[in-house]
């Protein structure tokens, strides 16, 4: 069975603090990794997409990275309007299920 | 205009009601899915298709039922609701890889 499993929960950072959040997977054939960002109350907002270890993308302030066994997004400089909860989610073998974690909450304070 | 939408946002029904929960998509996507999402365990997949004939029972799909009316169109239903059915539901589309998602509905089952 897929798994994801995303640290920390939550996460108090004050502007301009850099830091890392972590997605820790276990699946069977990953197709790709995917960052997703979400705002209270709204649907989940589509950052990046990783499809193999050593992959890195960049927007912003926002970096992920990926390994065999895990992804990072890296926040650099962090400012209150990237406050939101954080989504990772594998997919995985021939067809399209996606296994979501459940978020690290990332609060920045001016 | 947002590429995917749901109606209604938010509905308080209560416990026996027969309730529809409705998604809309201009992305042209063949692929659509249903999620509710609840404090601490994240995004669980109700149902999802990959096209009009095609439909597919998620993780969760007791108590659920979908109808995939035309490409654009993916609607979920609950035959009888029950309060552990309170929830924020989310309609998303994809093409192969990442997905979009819709607002959200905030369901309350009392």
């Known amino acids: 069975e897929d798994q994801v499993t995303q640290s920390p929960e939550a996460l108090r950072l004050q502007e301009g603090e850099s830091s890392s959040l972590n997605c820790s997977y276990t699946?069977?054939?990953?197709?790709?990794l995917f960052w997703y960002r979400q705002d209270p109350g709204k649907g989940p907002e589509f950052l990046f997409t990783?499809?193999?270890a050593g992959e890195e993308k960049e927007k912003e302030r926002l970096k992920a990275t990926l390994t065999k066994k895990e992804s990072f997004l890296h926040i650099t400089a962090p400012k209150p309007e990237d406050s939101a909860t954080y989504l990772c989610?594998?997919?995985?073998?021939?067809?399209?299920?996606?296994?979501f974690g459940t978020g690290t909450k990332l609060q920045v304070i001016p | 205009d947002a590429d995917v939408t749901q109606t209604p946002r938010n509905r308080i029904t209560k416990t026996g009601k027969r309730i529809m929960l409705e998604c809309s998509q201009t992305?042209?996507?063949?692929?659509m899915y249903w999620y509710r999402q609840d404090p601490g365990l994240g995004l669980r997949l109700i149902y999802y298709?990959?096209?009009?004939?095609?439909?597919n029972k998620g993780e969760i799909s007791d108590g659920y039922s979908v109808s995939r009316q035309a490409q654009a169109k993916f609607s979920l239903s609950l035959e009888s609701a029950i309060p552990n059915q309170t929830a924020l539901y989310f309609c998303?589309?994809?093409?192969?890889?990442?997905?979009?998602f819709g607002p959200g509905t905030r369901l309350t089952v009392l």
């Open positions: 699946v069977s054939g990953l197709r790709g």
């Open positions: 998303a589309t994809s093409d192969y890889n990442e997905q979009f």
């Open positions: 298709s990959f096209d009009v004939k095609d439909i």
């Open positions: 990783l499809y193999s």
């Open positions: 992305k042209g996507h063949d692929r």
């Open positions: 989610a594998v997919q995985a073998g021939g067809y399209q299920k996606v296994t």
